[in-house]
């Protein structure tokens, strides 16, 4: 381990870079690896903690997963890499330099922060739906439905819906109850505007 925390690593959305020494005795950052980041740090209901990883896969474009806090531990340190490669993240062959990266990742601390729910609806202080959270404070931690969830409800499982078919399904019954109906009046202003009635 101690090779490894001798090699200078940057992680950058273009790589992750080492700092070597050039022929000419100069110092150089060089790309080692593919993207990864610690992009933010989320928290359940429960408590519980988790990380989420911004990395750039063999094939595909950049994507994230969502990993429990428990892998960032030293204990987990192949566990974690494992899972990364399993989802394309190429990590190099040289051990000091994917140690190096690790040590690199795990010890970043990003300022931005989530809440992740199981289902869809009033969470904290605005509403979640499906890869959306509204909220009057701009500066509210966002809440995201944990993608992974059982508990999802079957109308956000058929994808997105059309405000028309809403308001001639639910919105039709809701005009009936003004606890509904206010319901109903503040995520269409949330979600399209005051002006689209």
């Known amino acids: 381990m101690t090779t490894s925390t001798a090699i200078k690593i ?111 609806g009033w969470h904290a202080n605005g509403f979640a739906l499906p890869g959306r959270f509204f909220s009057p404070d701009a500066t509210a931690v966002p809440v995201i439905i944990d993608p ?6 079957g109308a956000f499982l058929t994808g997105e819906g059309v405000l028309r078919d809403w308001q001639q399904t639910v919105g039709k019954l809701a005009r009936k109850s003004s606890r509904c109906r206010s319901s109903e009046n503040c995520i269409i202003n949330n979600m399209f505007g005051s002006n689209f009635r």
């Open 10 to 120: 940057k992680l950058t959305k273009h790589g992750a870079l080492a700092r070597k020494k050039t022929a000419d005795g100069r110092n150089k950052w060089v790309k080692v690896a593919p993207r990864i980041q610690l992009r933010a740090i989320g928290t359940r209901p429960d408590g519980s903690h988790l990380a989420e990883i911004r990395f750039h896969p063999l094939k595909g474009p950049v994507r994230s997963e969502l990993v429990d806090w428990s892998l960032m531990l030293a204990e987990k340190k192949t566990d974690l890499k494992a899972r990364l490669a399993t989802l394309g993240y190429e990590w190099p062959q040289d051990k000091a330099i994917s140690d190096a990266i690790w040590i690199k990742l795990v010890s970043s601390r990003p300022k931005r922060e989530f809440i992740i729910v199981s289902t869809p």
């Open 148 to 153: 992974n969830s059982v508990e999802h409800v």
